[in-house]
């Protein structure tokens, strides 16, 4: 069983940077797969950053790509979104997800979700 909880989200303006934590409970935690998500008022939810438990390979939506970076902290059973250059149109719910494969239509678990608003 993994419980994970973000946190960091907040309001800022357009150019500003801000970095997300999702900190996990569970013993298991550095052999799951890690992502965040988000979503936006009225839009589907969207996977903007992967890394992977094995070997720390990211991948990036091309929406974030450049401006956005997710690390991982095995010790400290952690996973960052580290947010620079952000946009108005990166105004959204922001989640942590863990997943014991690649399945990110249906990860194992989810955090609560995190609101970050940026004003322009």
């Known amino acids: 069983q993994v419980q994970l909880v973000e946190s960091g989200g907040g309001l800022v303006q357009a150019g500003d940077s801000l970095r997300l934590s999702c900190a996990a409970s569970?013993?298991?935690?550095?052999?799951?797969?890690l992502a965040w998500f988000r979503q936006a008022p009225g839009k589907e939810r969207e996977r903007i950053a992967t890394i992977s438990w094995s070997n720390g390979v990211t991948s990036y939506a091309d929406s974030v790509k450049g401006r956005f970076t997710i690390s991982r902290n095995n010790a400290k059973n952690t996973v960052y979104l580290q947010m620079n250059s952000l946009k108005p149109e990166d105004t959204a719910v922001y989640y942590c997800?863990?997943?014991?494969?690649?399945?990110?239509?249906?990860?194992?678990?989810w955090g609560q979700g995190t609101q970050v608003t940026v004003s322009s």
């Open positions: 997800a863990a997943d014991k494969g690649t399945d990110w239509a249906a990860p194992d678990y």
């Open positions: 569970g013993r298991a935690f550095s052999t799951y797969n």
